[in-house]
């Protein structure tokens, strides 16, 4: 195969991936996510108090999720429910590609998204450094997506695994605030340094929050794809 074609291939594969992750109800959550993150950038506009990169990190997180949420979870059930789970699990190895595929223009999706959104909030209301801060957002977006994916493989049906993700999610905002400063903290911002901690020990934590974050997210992806090699769980 020439190398032209071969572009052309992955262009149009990528292209028909973007169609299925953008069908249904995706675009109701991405509505959700600008519509919330446009609420509270007016509310920063007529807030007295400066807007730093740490605000900016918490207004960012929400729709993140928000954005991630629809795709990762809906991944398989849209298939079953449009009877193509036959034809993708019938193809050797080809559901592996055609999964990672979608996992991965997801989360190129998301970076996208909350680069303009980060982007915005500095013509808006804020003049910080985007790119870090979505660099440091993709860490905790990452391991939910991750866990979505593989509880989506487990349970084989999206309301159940939406409600699971829903439940782990209001879990760590519960405990959010004894949690605040600790490693095991999905939602640590990298940017709310405590004022009684050397920054030497802040940096330390961050690095540690981190790499959970990034094992965990590799766990999850790994376990995803070994429970698709069931294919009678899933056909």
């Known amino acids: 195969m020439k190398t032209q074609d071969r572009y052309q291939l992955i262009l149009r594969s990528i292209t028909y991936n973007l169609k299925i992750i953008f069908a249904n109800k995706f675009i109701f959550f991405l509505i959700a996510a600008i519509a919330f993150y446009l609420m509270v950038i007016g509310i920063m506009l007529f807030d007295d108090n400066a807007i730093n990169t740490e605000d900016i990190y918490d207004t ?3 729709p993140g999720i928000l954005i991630l949420f629809y795709p990762v979870i809906f991944n398989i059930q849209n298939d079953k429910d449009a009877r193509m789970l036959e034809i993708i ?24 998204f909350l680069m303009l959104m980060g982007w915005f909030a500095v013509f808006a209301v804020a003049r910080v450094n985007v790119i870090p801060i979505v660099y440091q957002l993709m860490y905790p977006l990452l391991f939910l997506s991750g866990l979505a994916f593989m509880f989506s493989t487990l349970i084989k049906n999206a309301n159940s695994t939406a409600a699971i993700m829903v439940i782990i999610g209001l879990t760590f905002l519960i405990l ?21 901690m050397s920054q030497t020990i802040w ?33």
Request: avoid cysteine.
């Open 203 to 235: 940096q330390n934590v961050i690095r540690e929050n981190r790499i959970f974050l990034l094992v965990g997210t590799i766990i999850s992806i790994l376990w995803s794809l070994t429970n698709l090699q069931r294919r009678e769980r899933f056909v």
């Open 176 to 196: 959010a605030e004894p949690l605040q400063y600790s490693k095991w903290n999905i939602f640590l911002n990298p940017y709310n340094a405590p004022s009684e």
């Open 60 to 62: 960012l997180i929400f």
């Open 89 to 112: 699990f019938g193809i050797p190895n080809y559901r592996y590609k055609v999964y990672l595929v979608r996992f991965a223009i997801t989360m190129v999706m998301m970076f996208v």
